[in-house]
């Protein structure tokens, strides 16, 4: 069974320095942006395989590199299926990969956790007890006497 999956991670990789290779050399849609291939999923019967791609560019961009390979997507499995020499070229659905917007989310919530920390550390760097340092404990406690 773990040769299957070898075989299944192997025709993964694989696939993606072809389409990346296919992507840079063969297609010439104007179109298609700045891609970088993330990741490629193929299913465990090797008839479908998912290619993630993230697109540098404004969302505009990232629209038209859509449409760019979706349109070259006949051509890009041909030429896949050429170059794997595989029984069954598998069908092929680009995938936009949200990892980039994500950690540009994480870090703009990392700067504003990080300027309230400092906001926070600036008033109490200033901040004295309320009531002293041991507001628990009174010089003239009464009842301290009466222990003695």
Known sequence: MTDHKARVRRLADRIQVVVAEILERRVKDPRLGFVTLTDVRVTNDLREASIFYTVLGDPAERTDTAAALD??????????????????????????DAVPENAAHIDELLKQAAASDAKIAEQSAAAEFAGGADPYRAEDDPDDEAAD
């Open 71 to 96: 349109s070259a997507k006949g051509m890009i499995r041909s030429e896949m299926g050429q170059a794997l020499g595989v029984k069954f070229t598998p069908t092929i659905t680009f995938i936009a």
